[in-house]
C-alpha cells in the first residue's frame, strides 16, 4: 500500500491468522469476493448498500498460507489485497455488486491500482459459484462493447480460494482513521483517475 502509511501500519500489526469474518444466523446470505488495490477503499463502497451485512478486508488468490500484510505487501505470495462482501441475496443482488465494483476500480491497468503497483494491487473478481462467474464475465464484456475505454480491460475473473482476513487494524480503516484514510486516497489519485473513468457514476 502507499510507502506513506507502511512505518505507521508496522507499529501497529498483529496476527491475521485467527480473526474470523462475521456471520449472521438465521437469513440467507452469499458471499462475493473483489480485489481492487487498497483494500482500505474497497470496503466503503460496499458498506453503504442496503442488503450489505459486512465487508472484510483481506487477502487471497495466492498460495502463501495465513499470509500477513507486511508479505502480501511485499509482493511474491500471489495474494491480492481484497474485500469480502457477505449479502442478502433478497434485498441486493450480485449484478449491483458488480456495477459498484466496477466504478471502484481502473479495469485497465494490470497489476496496478492508481499509485500501489504490484500484483497484490491487481484488480480482480473471484467467483463463488457459476452464476456469478457468468455474471461477472456478461458485465466485463458489456464494458468491453460500449467502448468507454479505449484500453483492453485487464480484471482478472478467476475462481475464489481460501480468504485470509486481514489484521484488525485494517478491517474499517475509513471509519477509524478517516484522516488518514482521506488523506491516503487524494495522494494516491484514486478519486482523479475513477473520474475520470467514470465520471459521474463514481461509486455508484
Known sequence: MFALMIS????????????RIPQPTGARVEKATFAGGCFWCMEHP????????SVTSGYTGGRKKKPTYEEVSA?????AESVQVVYDPSRIDY???LTVYWRNVDPTTKNRQFCDAGDQYRSA??????????LAVQSKEALEKSKRFREHLVTEITPA????????????????????????????????RLKELWGSTVGH
Open 46 to 53: 460496499f458498506d453503504e448498500l442496503p442488503g450489505v451485512i
Open 125 to 134: 473478481i473471484f467467483f463463488h459459484t457459476e452464476e456469478q462467474r457468468r
Open 8 to 19: 505507521f501500519l508496522a507499529l501497529h500489526a498483529v496476527s491475521a491468522s485467527d480473526i
Open 75 to 79: 509482493g511474491g505470495t500471489g495474494h
Open 95 to 97: 449484478e449491483k455488486l
Open 161 to 192: 480460494s481460501e480468504f485470509y482476513p486481514a489484521e484488525e487494524y485494517h478491517r474499517q480503516y475509513y471509519k477509524k482513521n478517516p484522516l488518514r484514510y482521506s488523506y491516503y486516497r487524494a495522494s494516491c489519485g484514486r478519486d482523479r
